[in-house]
């Protein structure tokens, strides 16, 4: 009898331990030193990091517990974590580092492994490579250069010497393509990033120490902090990114800014040609904001977004300080392609207003190419920065929301 009950106590507290074994993948890193991640390995978890970084706060310190998780190979838990998407990479960490083990660039270096992870497939790998990205970019630039060369028929040299002297891309047979294809895109591109998000979502409830406490919370409080938590993140991270003001380098977050605003105002004066153009509202649409408008406001997005993208360029290149002290391809990609769209844009403009319509056209083409490599890989790239950030700092908001319940 006595011997049974041993035998099953010792049953028990196996079957217990065996549930807190932990994963370990022994290539982490290494993938993560290829990502950028530079001399994490001779951290000895002093703590210095954590206690420097303006961000890290109680209840989601970093980068120390981040980067243990990453020299112990354990990417489950990396990856559950919204530390690394709390970071904005200001270098105070490394600065005051003893070990020159460099945890901003182990954090940068996860956020990337993570955009990796989360990608459907892992597709997004393809962009964090040298070789790989630029034959990937090759392709997508190929395969958006054949649809605008067999779907459309204004990019014909024969078809292009009838044109006058006026570019006025509204007349051609190929722009309602344009609108359509990218509806089409915008629809991919929005699917896929739902669906990656929903993933990132998963790993970061296996962190959670708030789930059984969520439980008992009525429906109507789970609302109202749902609701609460993400007005906050859209409005102090989304449109203000207020955190980043605790960072020192107010250069950089104005930079950051003006990049971030630029591509918003460049997709609403998107937005208001393609609804100005549209069948159902264009009329009334055109009578309310003309046509005046959205060049205004392309035109400014412009100027702000090419400032922010030169600034990083510049700062890369002169290696001013420990955030532009490494490169890596995610981050020129990015850049380059964002950068090739918007002065692109300027040349049709110059072009078209000179009157010399081949030369519009013809930026016109790498334009479209442009926008289309930049949108077509936003899900994979450093673009997804910004909603993987927004998706943590909502979910870290919501959490404290919960715990403010249980305490």
């Known amino acids: 009898m006595i011997t049974g009950n041993i035998s099953g106590w010792v049953t028990n507290v196996a079957e217990k331990e065996v549930e807190k074994v932990v994963e370990v993948n022994p290539k982490l890193t290494n993938k993560l030193k290829s990502l950028g991640a530079l001399d994490f390995m001779a951290c000895f978890s002093c703590g210095t990091c954590t206690v420097t970084c303006p961000l ?25 974590m919204p530390q690394p998407w709390l970071c904005y990479y200001c270098g105070d960490c490394t600065r005051e580092c003893p070990r020159d083990a460099n945890p901003a660039s182990f954090m940068m270096a996860a956020r990337r492994f993570s955009i990796i992870k989360y990608s459907i497939g892992g597709v997004a ?43 006025n891309p509204y007349t051609l047979t ?5 609108h359509e294809a990218g509806l089409t895109l915008g629809a991919f591109v929005g699917i896929v990033a739902l669906i990656q998000a929903l993933k990132m979502y998963s790993y970061l409830r296996r962190s959670s120490s708030t789930t059984t406490t969520e439980k008992s919370i009525p429906l109507g409080s789970k609302i109202k902090f749902f609701l609460q938590s993400l007005v906050s993140t859209v409005i ?62 392309g035109i400014t997005s412009g100027v702000i977004t090419c400032g922010g993208c030169l600034y990083f360029v ?3 290149g002169k290696k001013t300080d420990e955030y532009f002290e ?20 300027f040349l049709i403009d110059i072009f078209n207003y000179a009157s010399i319509a081949y030369y519009a056209y013809a930026f016109y083409f790498a334009h479209l190419v442009f926008v289309f490599d930049l949108i077509v890989t936003a899900p994979f790239t450093k673009f997804a920065h910004w909603g993987y950030r927004l998706i943590a700092v909502w979910f870290n908001e919501y959490n404290s929301l919960v715990s403010s319940v249980k305490s």
């Open 56 to 80: 890290s706060v109680s209840g989601t310190e970093f980068p120390r517990k981040i980067i243990r998780y990453g020299i112990l190979g354990m990417e489950k838990e990396l990856l559950s």
């Open 125 to 167: 790998a393809l962009f964090y490579s040298k070789i790989s990205a630029i034959i990937s970019l090759l392709l997508i630039s190929l395969l958006a250069s054949y649809g605008l060369l067999y779907f459309s028929g204004i990019f014909d040299l024969n078809t292009l010497f009838t044109l006058s002297n006026t570019f």
């Open 314 to 316: 510049v700062n890369r």
């Open 174 to 178: 190929e722009y309602n393509f344009i």
């Open 236 to 297: 102090k991270e989304g449109a203000l990114e207020l955190r980043y003001l605790k960072c020192e380098k107010k250069g950089r977050y104005l930079a950051h800014m003006a990049i971030a605003w630029g591509m918003i105002l460049l997709f609403t004066a998107s937005g208001l040609n393609y609804i100005r153009d549209s069948y159902l509202l264009g009329t009334y649409v055109s009578s309310l904001i003309g046509h005046l408008l959205p060049v205004v406001i």
């Open 326 to 345: 490494y490169t890596h391809v995610s981050d020129a990609v990015f850049l380059i392609l964002l950068l090739l769209s918007v002065l692109t844009g």
